[in-house]
């Protein structure tokens, strides 16, 4: 097959796409990536095939300046996306309105830049499948445009597919008049102009891809498959204290490349909470940005500050974890029986949490809440109740029994032949 992944030119979800887009090329199938042109060293750093499409637009870049918007972006989810945690809590008139405001604001102005020259791309090189990231919908028009059999990639919960069928739900009760549809409604557009029909699967793709276990998953009623999460970080190098086993048991702490890259700073006390995991008789390894490490206090012997370590290699080493519930960070250390604590702040980061902890395999504590007295505290019962480790494990037999990203091939191949309409 010919196959296209489509997605935004961010690297925190292109590195969690990697190792399916990979899988598929093992299995001997043609792969290809199409990003905005920016990305393309990115997309190469990682050994696939670049298509740059469109012209370059960076939201990051156009907030730098505007601090209440990062502020808000930092802060979570735009509407109507913030209630997916509680399907059904939201009125009619916040879902229309929230939906109106999110195709004006947010996702016409993301899939514009791209959508053209990936149309134009789609028709000359004519993919058999193409898998697109959940709010790159100019991939599901592209399929579309080219008859491609299409399915969204997820990078953590699906929240935006749950949204969507709360939405639809919603709007069934409506009187008919008042039942708008502004995504359905700028989707459609597409159709027209390129000349195929409008239907429910420009939204939410023929399937979707979930790289979550059930226990950790929000189930959006979907046609899903479930595969296993198989880490991906970039460049990868394994420093040479980790050679060697810990003298004692070992906690790592991680709160996220993008804290520093994109936020400007972590938003918990991090030397308050150093100073309080330095407490427990355990070995302290944090990845902390070095402008920040200059800002901190000199810590206790049993602390290591390092930039950054590969989590894949570091996870496995360690008794237990803290973490800000990162969908990619969770994972990857639930493939190990590591008791994990959740500092979560936004987006699907509280749902992780919380979903981590009900499970038993971990703790979970909102950042707002966060001392170095209470992560003590929570560290010191992941390392002594036995309890947590042991449904650890249980997660990661969960996971393990989910088929990997190359049985996975197979099935892509399977529902391929089912949905796609091109010659």
């Not at 030397?271 to 200059?294: F, K, N, P, Y």
């Amino acid at each position: 097959m010919r196959v296209l992944l489509v997605l935004p030119a961010e690297k925190s979800i292109f590195n969690y796409l990697v190792p399916v887009t990979w899988a598929l090329r093992t299995a001997g199938h043609e792969v290809h990536v199409a990003s905005l042109p920016r990305f393309a060293s990115t997309i190469t750093q990682a050994g696939l095939t670049a298509v740059p499409v469109g012209h370059d637009r960076d939201p990051w870049r156009i907030t730098e300046n505007r601090p209440e918007e990062r502020a808000a972006l930092r802060a979570g989810v735009a509407a109507p996306y913030d209630l997916f945690d509680v399907p059904g809590s939201a009125t009619w008139d916040y879902l229309r309105d929230g939906m109106t405001a999110a195709v004006k604001g947010w996702h016409r102005l993301t899939n514009f830049p791209m959508l053209a020259d990936l149309v134009s791309y789609t028709r000359y090189w004519e993919p058999d499948l193409v898998l697109w990231e959940p709010l790159c919908y100019a991939g599901a028009i592209a399929a579309k445009a080219c008859g491609a059999a299409h399915g969204r990639l997820l990078f953590g919960i699906d929240v935006f597919g749950a949204t969507r069928v709360d939405y639809l739900r919603t709007q069934a009760r409506q009187a008919p008049a008042d039942r708008v549809d502004p995504l359905a409604d700028w989707l459609g557009s597409y159709a027209r102009k390129y000349g195929f029909d409008a239907g429910e699967d420009l939204a939410v793709g023929d399937f979707t891809i979930d790289q979550l276990p059930a226990s950790l998953s929000l189930d959006a009623g979907l046609d899903t498959v479930r595969v296993q999460f198989v880490p991906y970080g970039g460049a990868a190098v394994v420093p040479d204290w980790l050679k060697r086993p810990a003298e004692r048991p070992r906690v790592a702490l991680t709160l996220g490349l993008t804290a520093t890259e994109v936020f400007g700073g972590y938003n918990v006390p991090l030397s308050e909470i150093l100073l309080g995991l330095s407490e427990l008789d355990v070995e302290v390894v944090a990845t902390v940005a070095e402008d920040v490490q200059r800002t901190l206090p000199p810590m206790p012997s049993n602390v290591r500050m390092v930039p950054y370590v590969p989590w894949h290699a570091l996870a496995p080493t360690c008794a237990a974890v803290v973490h800000h519930a990162g969908a990619a960070t969770l994972a990857t250390t639930a493939r190990h029986p590591v008791p994990q604590l959740a500092l979560h702040f936004h987006f699907d980061q509280p749902y992780l949490g919380r979903k981590l902890a009900e499970h038993g395999a971990g703790l979970e504590i909102h950042t707002g809440d966060a001392t170095g007295g209470g992560v003590r505290d929570a560290v010191a019962r992941l390392l002594t109740e036995q309890s947590f480790k042991a449904r650890a494990a249980d997660l990661r037999d969960e996971i393990f029994a989910l088929p990997t990203p190359n049985e996975l091939a197979g099935t892509l191949e399977e529902l391929t032949a089912k949905h796609r309409t091109g010659s």
